[in-house]
């Protein structure tokens, strides 16, 4: 049964919390009272079944249940936890808490609060312990970060479980030391939007002209490494201290305003809108989203394949996820085809026709071997020790189509084997659907002296039992076919 999370308030962080949560599995309920908003998390939700698969490398689990509740209790019902995501007015957010406490009382509460601490939330609760912080960042769908933050009323396990909940759906919970304002975040943020602010005030700087400073330069090494980190490399071979001796009396110069705030008014609101409409008012909102979607998800894929930042959560996540998609795999010989990868077609995977491209094909077919090389013994510790299977010829045949989101089926056929090669045959199925056929030798290979040499007798052991379950099985139909030859 899936889990169950309830989000109040439909805006655009309540509509990314649905998203994150969805795509995760879970079944969500929405309770937002304007009329609106079902069109506008949809449209949210669209969005992120775009992006987020983008960053897995392993199926996403099936979509999670959309509805939308006419009354928060109805909303709540049957569910585990609960993201407050309503305006930042302290009376409505513990209206809210009240309503919720009182359709379920020991539901978990954890609040997109920009600033508010959680002592300040919880006044007047009933259950104070189970109301948390739990601030994301837009959008909530792609970044990980999830800033928790409880006050002395809230037990170790309560923090611990919403940190689990937020890893659960591919989040990095930052749980925050002591109660603070903002946050750690936005208390940064609101340094650098000040200085901002003043610059564009006095006329040092456009809209435009700010924003390409942080995207040309700083913003990507923090989107990397951070501050301190970024500052310990400006620091060369003497590292942060060296940085610390040579800039720290930076400190004392008169380069910021950080303590003097420009006042809000109608000149500087017209100030910024005006020049932030000139910068990017030829694009729609929903078309920036995408825009953005699309480079987040490869900056944060190039960070993946690192196992570095933000990218290393993502790693973990599906690590997490894979065991899941695993199971019911083919263990040992059987008289039958193995079954041994479950897949999905990612949006990664698709060309300018909507359909898998090429490449994903033998992508395909390298993941059911290298599960099957796993399964005789032979995989990546056995090619640290020296030897390896190589791909000797392949013969692919495209029968059928697969489309974004399709889950496909990896299955595997010995053909033949001896002490140094093997012939498999590997269907890929959607369904009951024949997508592809896939034909390949192996070589058995020592890599150091670069030849074909007898593996090892405890791996040619389960490959020859394998090959002994296979041999009284029919060829395959297709097998041993060269390219263009009839069907008959």
């Known amino acids: 049964m ?75 019902e049957g569910s585990e936890y609960v993201q407050e995501s309503v305006s930042e007015r302290i009376e409505l957010k513990h209206k809210v808490y009240a309503q919720l406490q009182q359709a379920n009382p020991g539901v978990l509460i954890g609040s997109s609060t920009s600033g508010f601490k959680a002592s300040d939330l919880q006044i007047g609760s009933p259950a104070p312990q189970n109301i948390i912080v739990a601030h994301p960042f837009n959008p909530v769908y792609l970044l990980p970060l999830s800033e928790i933050s409880g006050s002395e009323k809230n037990t170790e396990a309560t923090v611990q479980r919403t940190a689990q909940i937020m890893k659960d759906i591919g989040m990095f919970p930052l749980v925050i030391r002591k109660e603070i304002d903002a946050f750690i975040g936005n208390r940064f943020l609101e340094a650098v939007w000040r200085e901002a602010l003043w610059m564009l005030k006095d006329g040092v700087a456009t809209t435009e002209e700010i924003d390409e400073a942080i995207r040309m330069g700083f913003g990507l090494r923090w989107g990397q490494m951070g501050l301190f980190e970024t500052y310990r490399i400006a620091g060369g071979e003497a590292g942060m201290r060296h940085f610390m001796a040579q800039f720290g009396p930076a400190l004392k110069w008169p380069w910021t305003k950080l303590m003097d705030v420009p006042e809000f008014n109608d000149e500087l609101v017209d100030l910024v809108a005006n020049q932030s409409d000139a910068q990017s008012g030829m694009y729609g909102i929903r078309e920036l989203e995408r825009i953005r979607d699309q480079n987040l998800v490869g900056f944060l894929r190039a960070l993946k394949e690192r196992n570095w930042g933000a990218g290393k959560v993502l790693r973990e996540h599906d690590e997490a996820r894979a065991a899941l998609f695993h199971e019911g795999l083919d263990q040992g010989p059987k008289a039958e085809p193995l079954t041994l990868a479950h897949l999905q077609v990612l949006p990664g995977w698709i060309d300018y026709n909507g359909h898998m491209t090429e490449s994903r094909y033998y992508f395909c077919n390298s993941e059911v071997a290298d599960a099957f090389l796993r399964l005789i013994g032979a995989g990546m510790d056995y090619v640290e020790a020296g030897h390896s299977y190589y791909s000797a010829e392949t013969h692919i045949r495209h029968l059928g189509e697969a489309k974004l989101g399709d889950r496909l089926t990896g299955t595997l056929q010995i053909i033949s084997a001896d002490e140094k090669r093997f012939r498999s045959f590997v269907r890929i199925m959607k369904g009951e659907e024949l997508v592809a056929t896939i034909e390949q030798l192996c070589l058995h290979v020592d890599m150091k002296a670069g030849r074909t040499v007898a593996a090892a007798p405890g791996v040619y052991a389960k490959l020859k039992a394998i090959a002994d379950a296979h041999a009284e099985l029919p060829l395959p139909q297709g097998a041993g076919r060269a390219i263009g030859q009839k069907k008959g």
């Open 2 to 76: 899936a889990r169950k999370a309830t989000i109040v308030g439909g805006g655009v962080i309540g509509g990314g919390w649905a998203a994150r949560f969805l795509l995760n599995g879970w079944d969500v309920a929405v309770f937002d009272p304007d009329p609106e908003a079902a069109r506008k998390i949809n449209a949210v939700l669209a969005n992120a079944r775009l992006a987020l698969p983008a960053l897995s490398d392993v199926p996403m689990p099936p979509e999670g249940r959309l509805s939308f509740a006419d009354t928060m209790a109805e909303a709540v």
